[in-house]
């Protein structure tokens, strides 16, 4: 909001107070009042702050004229209010007039002292956000009513209403808060509203997805690439603590040294696994006649996949209308014994939740169903299974669709499809409604741990790819069902 003013337009000093933070539409309403008395920008003394002013309520100020500016000028107006330079609304207030006055190409001149400092404003606002966007990470708060996630993050900027649309666009069926020291931002899946600034004590320091996060991040963290000064230029060291997988970091480096002579010197361990050719002849004799009876088999069998503690059976209700295959289990599913329970299945349930699909109504299986993986120290490196071990688990997956009986299956990723069509199909040319042969209808999308594996700026675009990818699967199952 507009404030203050000492000399109601005459020839002196103007003074104009601003709202705290980014007071876009208070530095809208000033400068068109000034633009319209001719006020130029040597005059104007702009400050920051509650007061009470001259310009008096928002209404007062709105019938001044709005201004014809170039389209340039009002979104660079836009992104540089957010910074926390104090001299922000005084250059922008100047890059406003030297427009109206003659230079209403100025914004082309970028060598232009004025127009490159602002410039690197509205960049420095982009990183920010760019930041906020992948830094943030909310956690889940025990409590009453619905579930809740408050999340804590320190932006350098005053870029919390100018963040909080991407994350309603992306958790819009959750109830968050984001909380900042200077304003928090809370959305209850209808309305976004802001309030008072929040204290890092307010936000939970852990909740119970924090392991598999670092235990992700420890099993993909390789030491013979560890370039500090890259890892800080992306990622500053202060976001470092709010993020589970980070909190890894200084350990990981301290050890990186060590760890990359024992990776040079390590001889692979040879692989313990079942003789598929007996195995899957084996299954031919197989006439399980429950799912329950089949598990039992799947349970007693050996991996035909070098690797693995235990089988990880599919999980959902027989009858799901969805059934969700994946490639395999990773480290976290076979240490519990359960699927998509790691940072891939959390991410697939974030995405089923945004996408309005609910987790316990829909099956989620693998299409091999032991982990695959070759030790590595004290790691256990993910291997990808071959065509031929994914054809030794097919039978299994078959039989295992046949009594869950899904009107629709889903394939997540390329060994999903290849287990389910029988053949490999690109996912990116294939991706949508799919048929697979079966008695159920088929579709393909992305796996979720290719997700996590994108670059930092390529992710937000393909994660709400895959979010509509899982709205459609949604439509897909409702028509299947002959719902609307
Ligand atoms: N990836 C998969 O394909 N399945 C799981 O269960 C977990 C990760």
Redesign the pocket.
Known sequence: MVAAGADLFGGGPQAVRLSPGADAAGFRDAVRRLAAAAVPPERVIWSVGEAPGLFGTPEAVTDAPALALPRGVGDLVTKVVPHRDPERYALLYTLVWRVLHGERRLLEVSSDPLVHRLERMAKAIARDLHKMHAFLRFRRVEGEGPERFVAWFEPDHHILAAAAPFFVGRFRSLHWTILTPEASARWDTVDLSFGPPGRREDAPATDGFEAGWRDYYESTFNPARTNLAAMRAEMPKKYWRNMPETAAIPGLVRAAAARTETMIERVPQPAIKRDPVRAVAAMADQAPESLEALNAIIRRSEPLVPGATQA?LGEGPLGAPIAF??????D??DRQG????????QL?SRAMAEAGIVRGEAY????VKHFKFEQRGKRRIHQNPTAGEVSHYRWWLERELDFVAPRLVVA??A??VLALAGRAIPVTRARGPADFGKGYSGFITV???YLLRLPDGAKDEAYAAFVADLRRVGEVARELAGGP
């Open positions: 990880v295959v994946g490639e395999q289990p990773g976290q599913e359960r699927p998509f329970v790691g940072p891939a299945g697939l989620l299986t693998n299409a997540l990723g060994t999903a796996h979720p741990s």
